[in-house]
């Protein structure tokens, strides 16, 4: 009914930042380090300079040849500017297709061919690292955002050429491309329309109405997509920003104290990251009012220390289950009150009018509560294909209901439990990520535990501590003792660990290096039963 009525809604990116403008001035928003594409212009800008800094880099990819419904990979170092490019190539009609800054060159090459001939923003420093060994003739041209050698177009040449008026597309036209987080394989090109992201903000809106206006804090990849639905509700509600592109608490913790935010989002192990700054001097986070979290599950431990570091009367923390191809589909919140009785692996309910839940058995079949089988969601808000593996995406649809690739089951009352990825499942263990949560909550010094297949197919704990410190034997075997059998604990940096844009753990890389024996390790403790 509500797609009858509202058949021309959508959410445009080019749009975002000159609707801010015109609604709530010069509000301002901080940076932890000056633009690329912009460097003279400092930390420190407003809804209406960030509109106009839009507004120009569109014209300028006018005049370079870019034109409405043309691809246009996004490959660059990590920084705010990403954000302003992708909203500059919406502006013009153009369809940005943001690209990691962690991929490596090899999947870089095949995202690349997956686009037909895109044009290609990018930067000197990846050129010379992450696309050295990438056919970049392949691109139908190479923009930079600062000096490059080769057949480049800079973008700082192109500086005072006439503004253009935005191009906005038909809502159900492709509008946007990322990718999936690829931690089972090669990236998927996801395809989005202003239609299905118009499905995603406004429920997201409404959920946000509660602290409109609150200064916030976000720690997130600017190439997901939650990003700039997130990005898209505290603009539509004028609050203050301070975007960080390094989590680190040395760095973040005395911007974080500065601003005081009252709305934090930030991915599930940055989050594990920042537990460092519950007590620290001048409270980075005692003026929080909500904690956002996606991306992946948020341990119990980690919820405590959150809420406990806010002093606000009642901080609750959010929690959104979803995926880049469906976008939220459950959400449910963490109060104090109840943080001693976190159920981590409970992800919320569906969102009354936008998203519809099931779990189904290997036949389809609905389960009855509190049966395990492989998750289902129906969405307004599900991408349009994946560019270039259709026959993927196609096998993830059952008329109508996507595919969600998670396990779990729905209690009585319809409020959902995941339990693991389906690729990730261990015969002799029910939930990995239920003993993951027990693990974090038994050990304060824990910064992640993983558990992955073994070479022998045994359950091999991969430990993370603060500070690398060893993990003394005899606490882990007296804390291990009422769980499933696991094998000995391989002990490892947590930089070394493979991951994801948004910090997602590779579990599955991770079980191909240890198998391979090459998984960097700080333990020589054996692996097996």
């Not at 109405?209 to 997130?220: D, I, K, P, Q």
Request: proline share 8%; hydrophobic share 40%.
């Amino acid at each position: 009914m509500l797609q009858r009525l509202l058949p021309e809604r959508g959410f445009y990116l080019g749009l975002m930042f000159q609707e801010a403008a015109a609604r709530h001035g010069r509000v301002r928003v901080t940076l932890d380090r000056p633009l690329d594409v912009a460097p003279d212009a400092g930390t420190d800008l407003g809804y209406t300079e960030l509109a106009d800094l839009v507004d120009d880099l569109a014209a300028r990819l006018w005049s370079a040849g870019v034109r409405p419904s043309e691809h246009v990979a996004i490959l660059k170092g990590d920084n705010v500017d990403i954000v302003l490019l992708t909203c500059a190539v919406s502006r013009i009609g153009a369809v940005p297709a943001l690209l990691s800054p962690s991929l490596d060159g090899q999947v870089a090459a095949v995202l690349l061919d997956r686009l037909h001939a895109p044009w290609l923003i990018t930067d000197r420093a990846t050129l010379e690292s992450t696309l050295s060994t990438v056919d970049t003739t392949l691109a139908r041209g190479v923009l930079t955002v600062d000096e490059a050698p080769g057949n480049t177009i800079a973008l700082a040449a192109l500086a005072g050429v006439p503004r253009r008026p935005a191009v906005r597309l038909h809502p159900r036209e492709p509008s946007l491309i990322t990718h999936s987080s690829g931690t089972t394989g090669i990236p998927k090109l996801a395809v989005h329309c202003p239609y299905t992201m118009w499905n995603r903000l406004v429920p997201q809106q409404a959920l946000g109405r509660a602290g409109r206006g609150e200064a916030a804090a976000l720690h997130m990849s600017f190439v997901h997509s939650r990003f700039y639905h997130l990005l898209g509700v505290l603009l539509h509600f004028g609050s203050p920003l301070l975007l960080l592109v390094d989590p680190d608490p040395a760095h973040a913790g005395p911007l974080l104290a500065a601003h005081r935010p009252g709305i934090v989002e930030t991915h599930p192990n940055t989050y594990v990251l920042w537990e460092d700054l519950a007590d620290a001097p001048n409270g980075p986070l005692s003026n929080v009012r909500a904690y956002g979290s996606t991306f992946d599950a948020i341990h119990p431990r980690t919820v405590r220390r959150l809420l406990a570091a806010s002093r606000r009367r009642d901080p609750r923390l959010m929690q959104l289950y979803g995926q880049s191809e469906t976008g939220p589909i459950a959400f449910g919140w963490y109060t104090r009150r109840g943080a001693d009785r976190v159920e981590a692996r409970r992800v919320g309910t569906g969102i009354p009018g936008f998203t519809r839940i099931r779990v189904v058995d290997e036949r389809g079949r609905r389960c009855p509560p509190g049966a395990t089988g492989a998750i289902e969601a129906r969405t307004r808000g599900r991408i349009l294909t994946y560019l270039g593996a259709p026959e993927s995406y196609a096998r993830q649809v059952d008329r109508g209901w996507w595919r969600m690739g998670d396990m779990g089951y729905r209690d009585r009352w319809g409020a959902l439990y995941l339990l693991d990825r389906e690729v990730d499942q261990i015969s002799t263990v029910d939930s990995t990520l239920e003993v993951e949560d027990e693990l974090l909550s038994r050990f304060a010094d824990l910064r992640e535990v993983i558990i992955v297949h073994g070479p022998g197919r045994e359950p091999v704990p991969v430990v993370c501590t603060r500070g690398n410190e060893p993990l003394d034997p005899d606490s882990w075997r007296r804390a291990t003792e009422d769980l499933p059998a696991l094998a000995e604990p391989v002990q490892c940096r947590f930089e070394d660990l493979p991951r994801t844009a948004t910090w997602k753990i590779k579990r599955l890389e991770i079980a191909r290096q240890l198998a391979a024996g090459e998984l960097p390790t700080l333990s020589t403790a054996p692996v097996g039963g």
